[in-house]
T-cell receptor
Framework: AQSVTQLDSQVPVFEEAPVELRCNYSSSVSVYLFWYVQYPNQGLQLLLKYLSGSTLVKGINGFEAEFNKSQTSFHLRKPSVHISDTAEYFCAVTDMNRDDKIIFGKGTRLHILP | DTGVSQDPRHKITKRGQNVTFRCDPISEHNRLYWYRQTLGQGPEFLTYFQNEAQLEKSRLLSDRFSAERPKGSFSTLEIQRTEQGDSAMYLC????WGGGETQYFGPGTRLLVL
């Protein structure tokens, strides 16, 4: 079975400052990794995903994440945040071989301070 | 394509009543998933379909819950004899296939059981 730990439930950051949202996963098998964003009163939207290949993955809205297999981490970063990035961010994992459900973390709420 | 749609968006019901939610996936998608999201948590997997076949059900899905996808297109999720603990956001997602395929989420149905 897989599990996902998002180490921070809330992250406040000033506008135009960099941000890192941390994610660690646990799995005995190979996995695919995802970051989803949920804006207020909306459904989840995929930011980026890691399937294979380069460990640095670029996504939408200027976000990127780096897969680190030895540390079982998949941290999300953005060099300069905007007010519009205010949202809840979910890290997620799926078993590469089972081809089914996604396991989500509890989420990190990003607060952008003016 | 208009994306994944869910109906209704909000539902308030009294304890003991039955409720039914509908999900219309992206038209060419074979996979359809149901998740439940409670306050402060990430989405939790409930069940998924490949075409009309229901391939997996979570232990979270008690006997009071039933899901169908009769023609491999839209799906319904019914909760019988609702309990206050059923109050949550019910999310539907669809994907072309499984594995690393992106799951596209609908806006969700928010259920409140009084």
């Amino acid at each position: 079975a897989q599990s996902v730990t998002q180490l921070d439930s809330q992250v406040p950051v000033f506008e135009e400052a960099p941000v890192e949202l941390r994610c660690n996963y646990s799995s005995s098998v190979s996995v695919y990794l995802f970051w989803y964003v949920q804006y207020p009163n909306q459904g989840l939207q995929l930011l980026l995903k890691y399937l294979s290949g380069s460990t640095l993955v670029k996504g939408i809205n200027g976000f990127e994440a780096e897969f680190n297999k030895s540390q079982t981490s998949f941290h999300l970063r953005k060099p300069s945040v905007h007010i519009s990035d205010t949202a809840e961010y979910f890290c997620a994992v799926t078993d590469m071989n089972r081809d089914d459900k996604i396991i989500f973390g509890k989420g990190t709420r990003l607060h952008i301070l003016p | 394509d208009t994306g994944v749609s869910q109906d209704p968006r909000h539902k308030i019901t009294k304890r003991g009543q039955n409720v039914t939610f509908r999900c219309d996936p992206i038209s060419e998608h074979n996979r359809l998933y149901w998740y439940r999201q409670t306050l402060g948590q990430g989405p939790e997997f409930l069940t998924y379909f490949q075409n009309e076949a229901q391939l997996e059900k979570s232990r979270l899905l008690s006997d009071r819950f039933s899901a169908e996808r009769p023609k491999g297109s839209f799906s319904t999720l019914e909760i019988q004899r609702t309990e206050q603990g059923d109050s949550a956001m019910y999310l539907c997602a669809s994907s072309l296939w499984g594995g690393g395929e992106t799951q596209y989420f609908g806006p969700g149905t928010r259920l409140l059981v009084l």
